[in-house]
């Protein structure tokens, strides 16, 4: 008896895989067909392409970094009134609160299915040589900004490539070794988290093709030490606040993943699975483009 219910629970199993796989093949396949292309003037969503909402005209004087946001009603940073070292780009997938959020920074864009697939339609050879670092922040971060002006400065002063600050111990994370563990110094660890890595401009311009790799961003930052062959570092001596919870299955991102057809974990792991041959080849496509 006991031996039927376990071929009958592996049956269901089996069953489940097969329509689970079936279902998000036709998510996919509408996701190609029919996700929209661009939005349309006035709106803020997610789509194939990015439109561009606002840049600064050509003459103006810039500041060192660029910090990019991707950013639905609002964001966590804090404008503690301080002469920030850094511009900001909004890259919108949902109407912000208020339109006038936009008119404190230098650049806006809507669209993108991710914050990293808007990014590289965004970031060309120009904004590239424009700055010296680049900070990808999501929506829910929270760091004022001299702090935040003062880690980009600490991070290019050391030199690092491929950086984040530590998480406040009241945040909420998924890696416990990212939560602050002194008041000052860095530490090498495995890898920084998607939700707020550091690139340097040569580190940036060796992984930025990478970012249309993963439809939900999972397994970059796996694949990113490898590529770039330098060592990740968390800053202890700024620290970052995750305000929200990490996401259950029904959360907003994971239906949205659902709705495109796309698992996480699996791109997670295809991207874990890369050979080093193959790291080093994306490397010197890279460095030759």
């Not at 890259?91 to 697939?117: F, H, I, M, Q, T």
């Not at 991070?155 to 909420?172: I, K, N, R, V, Y």
């Not at 992984?207 to 590529?227: E, K, Q, V």
């Not at 959360?251 to 949205?256: D, H, K, L, M, T």
Request: glycine share 4%; net charge neutral; charged share 30%.
């Amino acid at each position: 008896m006991i031996l039927f219910w376990l071929i009958l629970d592996r049956i269901w199993r089996r069953v489940r895989s097969i329509a689970d796989r079936s279902i998000r093949n036709a998510n996919k396949l509408r996701f190609h067909l029919f996700f929209k292309n661009q939005p349309a003037d006035g709106e803020y969503c997610n789509s194939k392409r990015i439109s561009l909402l606002k840049e600064p005209a050509e003459d103006r004087e810039h500041r060192p970094y660029l910090a990019i946001i991707r950013c639905g009603a609002n964001h966590c940073l804090v404008d503690d009134d301080s002469q920030r070292k850094f511009d900001i780009a909004l890259s919108l997938y949902a109407c912000p609160n208020d339109k006038r959020l936009l008119d404190g920074y230098e650049y806006a864009y809507s669209g993108g299915v991710n914050k990293y697939k808007a990014a590289l339609q965004f970031i060309d050879g120009a904004l590239l040589e424009r700055y010296r670092g680049f900070i990808f922040l999501d929506d829910d971060l929270e760091m004022t900004y001299s702090h935040l002006s003062q880690f980009l400065e600490y991070c290019e002063a050391h030199e690092f490539g491929l950086a984040q600050p530590s998480l406040t111990l009241d945040s909420f994370y998924s890696h416990k070794y990212l939560l602050n563990a002194s008041r000052t110094g860095w530490r090498v660890v495995g890898m920084v988290e998607v939700m707020c890595p550091y690139f340097s401009r040569d580190a940036l311009r060796v992984a930025l093709n990478t970012f249309d790799l993963s439809y939900s961003t999972w397994g970059l930052d796996h694949i990113w030490p490898r590529l770039l062959d330098i060592d990740p570092i968390v800053v202890d001596e700024f620290t970052i606040k995750h305000t929200k919870p990490l996401g259950d299955s029904d959360s907003p991102f994971y239906r949205y993943m659902r709705c495109i057809g796309v698992s996480p974990q699996r791109e997670r792991e295809k991207l874990r699975k890369i050979s080093d041959e193959k790291v080093r080849a994306m490397a010197v496509m890279q460095l030759r483009a």
